[in-house]
């Protein structure tokens, strides 16, 4: 299955490629669309954190749409390799930062490579079985990593309700049994 970076200065640059059968799921081209449709204000200079990277695909759609840095995570060793492996190929490794860690414990070590609430925009896509958007808001609340202003994009199934005191719900969009909600600080 062939990625295309969709926007931006590597608008048409083809990711590498990812087998029908490898275990990374890819965000659908017309979602990730939308999504970068909808953020395309806040992406000149910000500072974006890609939760469950996989091939990098939207972490790569920010840099290519004006984001200066993005600090793609996945717990994969194989996503960590694969997200490399883009950024090589697209020659923008400088612009990034790859962390293999397991965000379902907790954020708090992201301190450790950023400053207290760094983050512009921060994308989670995890896989629909795990239902974890709740647990990870928790964790981006408790890590203090989001600034003031900042915005959360979060991917999950239609069967998973996103329920939060720590940040207020602003848009939530519908894609077939995908829903994608946006988040700010309460």
């Not at 301190?111 to 989670?124: A, G, L, Q, S, W």
């Not at 329920?163 to 969009?173: G, K, N, Q």
Request: proline fraction near 3%; hydrophobic fraction near 45%; aromatic fraction near 8%.
């Amino acid at each position: 299955m062939s990625i295309t970076i969709i926007g931006g200065e590597l608008s048409g640059q083809l990711l590498l490629p990812v087998d029908k059968n490898h275990p990374l799921r890819p965000i659908l081209a017309r979602i990730k669309k939308s999504i970068f449709d909808i953020i395309r204000l806040k992406l000149d200079g910000a500072v974006f954190l890609d939760l469950f990277a996989g091939t990098g695909s939207v972490g790569i759609e920010a840099i290519s749409r004006g984001a200066s840095q993005v600090v793609f995570v996945d717990t994969a060793l194989l996503a960590v390799k694969m997200v490399e492996k883009n950024l090589q190929k697209l020659k923008i490794m400088h612009k990034a930062k790859i962390c293999q860690r397991d965000v379902l414990f907790g954020l708090g070590w992201l301190k450790n490579i950023t400053r207290e609430n760094y983050f512009d925009i921060v994308f989670m896509g995890p896989p629909y079985k795990l239902y974890c958007v709740n647990k990870l808001l928790t964790h981006l609340k408790e890590a203090n990593v989001l600034k003031a202003d900042g915005l959360i994009v979060a991917q999950h199934h239609q069967t998973e309700k996103v329920e939060t005191t720590d940040f207020r719900i602003v848009r939530t969009e519908k894609y077939g049994d995908t829903i994608v909600t946006f988040l700010k600080n309460v």
